[in-house]
């Protein structure tokens, strides 16, 4: 199992992920504040990793269908893990370090869940989410920072771009999209899970998908929200 572990560890060290504009799509938007979803914003080589800060606007322009201010406001919310992503992280600091005029850089890892709730029974499922949400509650705090940062304090001729990501876009950043659309825009599971999938065009790996269920239990038996069938 050690073994395992290692070997998967040096496997996402040595494949490093390109910026891909099919994987960048729009999750919401409010005025001149828009809110994207999408993979790594890094060009990856063997001698150098470049932010592909041109890339990333003209993608988000293209998927808008129109062009956005010059010096607008970009801000990167980075789920990378720290351990086995920390070259990625740290370009991405380099980056708003040296333009600090450009946006911020967030950092807000999330590392998904071993266990899928639906192997529980609905009173061990309500037990939990209530005597032990601390992981729940980071994600709320995501969640919340988003809904923050697409509606608060936007200056109204620069504008704003706040843009998720996780390595490829798909299982990390499918699980916070799927958290932000449950919460804010009372999407059900199954809208959250068949966005997903047409984006990812697959099913979500176990552990963003176990943990994105349990998120959906939380803001059923917490938050009292409809969510519909979570399975």
């Known amino acids: ?7 998967l560890i040096w496997c996402f060290t040595l494949y490093a992920y390109n910026f891909n504009p099919a994987a960048v799509h729009l999750l919401d938007q409010e005025k001149n504040s828009y809110l994207f979803r999408g993979s790594l ?14 890339e990333l606007i003209e993608t988000c322009e293209r998927c808008l269908g129109h062009s956005l201010p010059p010096n607008i406001e970009l ?8 351990i086995y992503e920390s070259k990625e992280i740290k370009e ?7 333009h600090p005029s ?11 869940s ?18 032990h949400p601390c992981p729940l509650n980071h994600l709320t705090h995501i969640v919340y920072q988003l809904h923050d940062l697409l509606h608060n304090n936007v200056h109204a001729n620069r ?10 876009g798909h299982d990390r950043t499918g699980l916070i999209s799927a958290a932000y659309l449950m ?11 068949n966005i997903n999938t047409q984006i990812s065009k697959k099913t979500m790996q176990a552990w963003s998908y176990n943990e994105m269920s349990w998120y959906a239990y939380y803001l059923k038996y917490v938050k009292k929200q409809e969510i519909g069938p979570i399975k």
């Open 1 to 7: 199992m050690l073994r395992f572990f290692i070997c």
């Open 41 to 54: 914003p890094l060009f990856n080589s063997d001698k150098e990793a470049k932010f592909a800060y041109k």
């Open 75 to 82: 801000n990167i919310i980075c789920l990378l893990n720290p």
């Open 92 to 98: 991405g600091k380099k980056f708003f370090k040296h």
């Open 102 to 112: 450009r946006g911020l850089f967030i950092h807000l890892p999330i590392y998904g």
């Open 114 to 131: 071993l266990i899928n709730p639906n192997w529980l029974s609905q009173e061990k499922i309500y037990y939990l989410v209530h005597k």
């Open 159 to 168: 504008g704003r771009l706040t843009y998720v990501h996780c390595r490829a």
């Open 183 to 193: 919460q804010c825009k009372n999407a059900s599971f199954e809208e959250v899970k």
